[in-house]
């Protein structure tokens, strides 16, 4: 096991992470912006290293400076949470070659999953369904083709990155002449990428997401799903687990398909692989992500297992000792993003308590929220032995949740948790619509 990592990340994550760590006897070491400077994970870590200025492009997301400090602390192991370099094979093989762990998969393993338009055709290999669509496409007139022949409306995608970026939905061909440039000088603006693919819209749909762990001997125990449905602009708000939409017998055989694939791609760690699933019940294959997700608190309530823990634990060769069977998916849980609208200072906080609540946040009391950065702010979760009581259990936290002095969204939560649609659990991707 590894006495020391550096945790590549800011924020809540970072907060989430060194509490693991300290858990398990581990000592940690914090890197930080200037911005950051006061921040939170910089105080609870053992140790903290400013790697540049504000900009995410100068500190968070510059590889050489995390790995000089990496060395420079005697850190064996670097988790780099989610976004930054969470899914950068470079980043990974820049740890591996000075002599790091990177908590995640195998740089290899993530070039080929990163690459979505090969991801799916190494998918198609196994019983997952993927979504009708084509391979990096090479113009806009090639793009006119496949959409003609694919038929309207499409979806118009990156093929690197995630987090809702680079996607847009084309529903003829002047859409998508006028689009097509713009989708690809976003997609290389945010990920130096600029390589964009089409896939057949499906809709309506619930965006459903399967949790795994797979370990370097071979084995893989899936988590259950998290329905992922509730978003504004492909950003997720709302997660819930298990899906009000998915049945028994669904999830059986859909954990039992992933477990299958993630195999085939011999992949370790940490790992979901997203669906959209419509109304025959059919699962559709849209990607995989290669890293710890903002919503892994869901599973974690639900399931009472730490995915942190568990990313540490494999990355240090140590085998799951726990099969399918013992994962038990009882009762439900749901998680609120509380967002914020615009920069601010924090005046009071208060957060919710009783059994099962939870609320992750890097929020202490003055704090400055940064326009530089995420606008998460923490992630509100609970869990009860129904999906009823949790609801209500939802609602109660949020009214009682306190955010005193920075513009949030949580009138916002506290109102798609109350509507009709969402407590019944007959909701879809156009909720927000």
Aim: net charge negative.
């Amino acid at each position: 096991m590894f006495s020391k990592i550096l945790i590549a990340n800011r924020g809540e994550i970072a907060v989430r992470i060194i509490r693991a760590c300290k858990e398990m006897g581990i000592a940690t070491v914090a890197v930080y912006s200037e911005a950051d400077r006061d921040s939170l994970h910089t105080a609870l870590a053992d140790e903290s290293y400013c790697i540049g200025p504000a900009q995410a492009s100068e500190s968070y997301l510059n590889g050489e400076r995390i790995v000089s400090a990496a060395t420079l602390s005697g850190a064996q192991a670097v988790h780099p949470g989610y976004g930054f370099l969470s899914e950068s094979a470079d980043f990974a093989a820049l740890c591996r070659d000075h002599g790091l762990v990177f908590i995640g998969p195998d740089p290899d393993v993530m070039r080929q999953i990163s690459d979505k338009t090969l991801m799916k055709r190494e998918i198609s290999g196994t019983r997952l369904k993927t979504i009708p669509g084509t391979d990096v496409l090479t113009g806009p007139e090639q793009a006119a083709a496949e959409a003609d022949r694919i038929g309207y409306p499409v979806m118009l995608k990156a093929r690197s990155g995630g987090g809702g970026r680079g996607i847009r939905l084309i529903r003829d061909s002047v859409e998508l002449l006028a689009q097509y440039p713009l989708a690809v000088a976003e997609a290389e603006t945010a990920f130096h990428d600029g390589g964009v693919y089409l896939e057949k819209y499906v809709w309506p749909a619930r965006h459903i997401e399967v949790q795994i762990l797979a370990d370097e001997q071979g084995n893989v125990v899936c988590l259950g799903e998290r329905d992922c449905s509730i978003q504004r602009r492909h950003q997720k708000l709302v997660e819930e687990s298990p899906s009000p939409a998915v049945n028994a017998a669904q999830r059986h055989r859909l954990m039992e398909e992933c477990a299958e694939a993630v195999r085939r791609l011999h992949y370790t760690g940490a790992g979901t692989l997203e669906f959209l699933m419509d109304q025959a019940g059919n699962f559709w294959f849209m990607e995989m992500n290669v890293r710890l997700q903002v919503e892994h608190c869901v599973t974690e309530m639900l399931t009472g297992i730490d995915l942190v823990k568990w990313q540490i634990r494999i990355a240090a060769g140590i085998s799951i000792p726990f099969t399918q069977e013992d994962v038990h998916l009882a009762g439900a849980a749901i998680e609120c993003r509380i967002n914020a609208l615009s920069p601010g200072r924090l005046n009071m906080l208060h957060v919710p308590g009783g059994l099962f609540v939870r609320f992750d946040t890097y929020l202490v009391q003055d704090v400055v929220v940064s326009p530089y950065y995420d606008s998460l702010l923490g992630k509100l979760i609970v869990y009860s032995g129904t999906r009823e009581e949790a609801v209500r259990k939802m609602k109660a936290a949020i009214c009682e949740l306190v955010v005193d002095g920075i513009p949030t969204n949580i009138e916002q939560q506290l109102q798609i948790i109350s509507d009709r649609r969402f407590m019944s659990g007959r909701y879809d991707t156009s909720f927000l619509e």
